[in-house]
């Protein structure tokens, strides 16, 4: 479905959605009922984000590439140390 959008003289702008390719040229006005012309507007082209971009390449590609580990991977970052001295008895891991 698209929307397409039609001007009235009295009421201002106002929105129809219908299948694509079947916008008439003019519309009743869903306020007064004049009949409204069509304005031609830029299509509402959105660009995927570069994250969400490799998201999906990474989904599509793990249906036929997936990824096979062997082992955890290591941690990124070191424990945080604590200043209280009783950690310092705890059992290690």
Same mark, same amino acid.
């Given at each position: 479905m698209t /929307?397409?959008?039609y001007r @009235? %003289?009295?009421?201002?702008?106002? $929105?129809v959605v219908r299948p694509i390719g079947e916008a008439r040229p003019e519309e009743p006005c869903e306020a007064c009922g004049h009949q409204s012309r069509r304005v031609f507007t830029s299509?509402? !082209? !959105? #660009? /995927?984000t %570069?994250?969400? %971009? #490799? &998201?999906?390449? %990474?989904q599509d590609a793990s249906a036929y590439?997936? @990824?096979? !580990? $062997?082992a955890v991977p290591a941690s990124r970052r070191a424990? &945080? #140390? /604590? &200043?209280d001295p009783r950690h310092a008895l705890l059992p290690k891991p």
């Open positions: /929307t397409y959008q @009235c %003289a009295g009421c201002g702008p106002f $929105d299509p509402m !082209v !959105v #660009r /995927t %570069a994250a969400l %971009a #490799r &998201a999906l390449h %990474a590439e997936p @990824c096979v !580990v $062997d424990p &945080a #140390r /604590t &200043a």
